[in-house]
């Protein structure tokens, strides 16, 4: 028996061992042979809202223990993908959703000791079906510019077409193989080309299509009728030299580009307007060139708009308090304007003011650019209208709750109603109104909004939170809209994303704290939805906002000069088709009842100009998002399409 068990265990003495070093030879295999991605492919790479995407995985090592793949949306969150197998590949399958977002595909492979991750990027866009107007986005370009911490903002070239009311098609380079089906071609950047693909536009404008370039020639500068540059300029103005063209016609701001401008000598081309430098010096460059070929049109808009409307409308990131007229020690939104002082603001009977929308204006090139090749092509487009019905132009009167003084408010109530305007009623945390006057603005159709406090309260997003619940408990209303008190704001976008985490849809703070940057500092009359920064993938954040003009700082004016301010910021968003918004606070409504009076006659004597509140802007504005012209099929001049909402 002894001799059974002493030869028991050394067999078992043996297998161990022999196990022991099976498991080492095959850790150190393992080790020294980690698994390797050796294919990873997502196809296609810009894929249409609701298509399918296919994703291709092959991975080679020892000791596989698993493959997963997911989605990781633009917010950070995942989405797993099923992968199978079959033979020596994976694959797995997408089922794309929300438009015009990069979404990033991650492949997670494991052996017995080391783990690999991959990504891949795809874009999603929206489909339209055939559509007449193509935008071209690469992919790559767009990652490259993240990976170098650089924004991408010929993306919000979808903002200004949506926001127009035109329907088009995003696509990618590989698309440039079978430019057919559209007729105008939107680069809305300095495009990198290979010879092919240049080639291929050639051929396009060759055939009768028509070219509109944004930012840069893209390597097509006989295209477009333009030298090699010679120079980049970082900011500069653009001067219109032909005020009878259409694209040209109409433009009076000063045009301020912030961004940049390269510098085309002309050859070939006709020059609708040139380039001044940032000191307003005038520069033998043009920045509007149009050329004509057998049967094509190439337009070049050399300075990068798209860059400047986003620059001009959000301004810089605010860190630190601004530069005089407006440091106070107190972090606000006019801290971050680009605007300048001297050359974009003009005098009205002696009061210096930014008069003019200059984004507006810069916008309207692009969409001018766009009806013209429309018209000269003879390829109609439609075109979904800012407003409905007869409505050209809205303003937009609010009121903000500060000192809580009821019988006040209760006078500018009664003056509202009286002049049958409703307007929006900004509630300051603790300095609010009885229950009774909320049921009175609610009954007779006023907004009442939230006027968050980070003046003498922090600026966080749980302080946000916390008056958003306590304004929305204390009025028992669902409020969608906000006004900083005293435009408050620090860094550049933090707080649009926490507005979209909080039930806040359209923001009013982007304004003027002090009287001399009364008017349009931060460029536009029109409400726009705000584009991220880089590390956010430059996403459109679903904030409407809605810039304000002026408040009752003019009170030590005669009312003659503040009336020639106010209607003239009222004229300036009734010629833009957009939105002019004056603050009057309850407080002040013993100095200010005149003037309020005499701006709504002002507005009413506008064919077409009406009152909204801030929700009522809101409502419309992302109703008509909803509502799309599909399958657009253009023969013989004549146009058919479906109109989808």
């Known amino acids: 028996m002894g001799a059974i068990a002493m030869g028991f265990k050394a067999t078992v003495l043996i297998v161990a061992s022999v196990m022991i070093v099976v498991m080492l030879s095959s850790l150190i295999l393992a080790y020294l ?3 390797r991605i050796v294919y990873f492919e997502v196809v296609p790479r810009t894929v249409k809202e609701g298509r399918t995407v296919t994703i291709s995985v092959k991975v080679e090592g020892f000791f596989l223990r698993s493959v997963k ?3 990781l949306n633009p917010d950070g969150s995942g989405v797993p993908i099923e992968l199978k197998r079959v033979d020596d590949l994976y694959y797995g399958t997408w089922r794309a959703a929300s438009p015009f977002e990069v979404y990033r595909v991650e492949v997670v492979a494991s052996s017995l000791t080391t783990t690999i991750t991959q990504m891949r990027y795809m874009k999603v866009v929206e489909d339209l079906g055939s559509q007449v107007i193509a935008v071209l986005i690469g992919l790559d370009d767009q990652l490259n510019a993240w990976r170098g911490s650089r924004d991408f903002f010929p993306v919000y070239i979808r903002e200004v077409l949506l926001h127009a009311g035109i329907s088009f098609e995003t696509i990618g380079k590989s698309n440039l193989s079978s430019l057919i089906p559209y007729r105008i071609l939107i680069l809305p950047y300095n495009v990198s080309f290979t010879g092919s693909e240049r080639e291929r536009i050639t051929e396009f404008v060759a055939s009768g299509g028509a070219l509109i370039g944004i930012g840069g020639a893209s390597g097509l500068n006989a295209v477009f009728g333009v030298g090699e540059a010679e120079g980049v300029l970082e900011e500069g103005y ?5 005020e009878t063209h259409p694209i040209t016609s109409n433009l009076d701001s000063s045009l301020h580009v912030v961004g940049r401008i390269p510098l085309y000598p002309l050859e070939g081309g006709c020059a609708l307007a040139k380039v001044r430098g940032p000191s307003g010096e005038e520069l033998d460059y043009p920045s509007i060139v149009l050329k004509r070929h057998l049967n094509g049109l190439a337009i070049l808009i050399a300075p990068d708009l798209l860059s400047s409307i986003v620059n001009i409308q959000q301004g810089k990131p605010i860190t630190e308090d601004g530069p005089w007229p407006v440091n106070d020690d107190i972090l606000k939104t006019d801290d971050g304007i680009l605007l300048n002082y001297t050359t974009d603001r003009e005098t009205v009977l002696g009061h210096k003011v930014f008069l003019k929308p200059i984004a507006d204006e810069e916008r309207e090139i692009i969409l001018k650019s766009i009806l013209y090749a429309s018209w000269d092509r003879g390829i109609p487009i439609p075109i979904l209208w800012y407003w409905p019905g007869d409505v050209l132009a809205v303003a937009l009167y609010s009121h903000d709750s500060d000192g809580g003084d009821e019988l006040k408010a209760r006078c ?18 603790g300095e609010g109104y009885s229950s009774e006057f909320y049921s009175l603005l609610k009954e007779h159709g006023y907004e009442i909004a939230l006027h968050y406090d980070a003046l003498r309260h922090p600026w966080s997003e749980t302080e946000f939170y916390s008056q958003y619940t306590a304004v929305s408990s204390e009025t028992d209303v669902a409020l969608v809209s906000n006004k900083n008190h005293y435009l408050r704001w620090e860094q550049w976008t933090e707080f649009y994303r926490w507005c979209e985490r909080n039930g806040i849809q359209v923001d009013q703070t982007k304004g003027p704290s002090k009287v001399h940057n009364f008017g349009f500092l931060y460029g536009s009359s029109h409400p726009y939805f705000p584009i991220d920064d ?5 996403r459109f954040l679903d904030v409407l906002e809605i810039t304000l003009q002026d408040q009752e700082m003019w009170r030590s004016w005669p009312d003659r000069e503040v009336l020639a301010v ?9 010629k833009h088709y957009g939105v002019v918004h004056h603050l009057f606070h309850p407080a002040h409504i013993h100095r200010a009842y005149r003037v309020l009076n005499a701006t709504v006659q002002f507005i009413r004597s506008l064919p077409g100009m009406r009152t909204w509140t801030s929700k009522q802007i809101n409502d419309w504005e992302r109703s008509r998002r909803g509502v799309s012209f599909e399958h657009l099929n253009l023969s013989e001049r004549r146009l058919r399409f479906y109109i989808s909402s």
Request: glycine share 2%; net charge negative.
């Open 534 to 538: 880089w590390e956010h993938q430059n």
């Open 69 to 71: 793949a997911r989605i």
């Open 238 to 242: 653009v001067t219109v030299v032909n």
């Open 566 to 574: 106010l209607n003239n910021f009222t004229y300036q968003a009734y």
């Open 33 to 35: 042979n980690p698994p």
């Open 412 to 429: 500018l109530l009664s003056n509202m109603s009286a002049l049958g305007v409703e307007s929006t009623w900004c509630i300051l945390p």
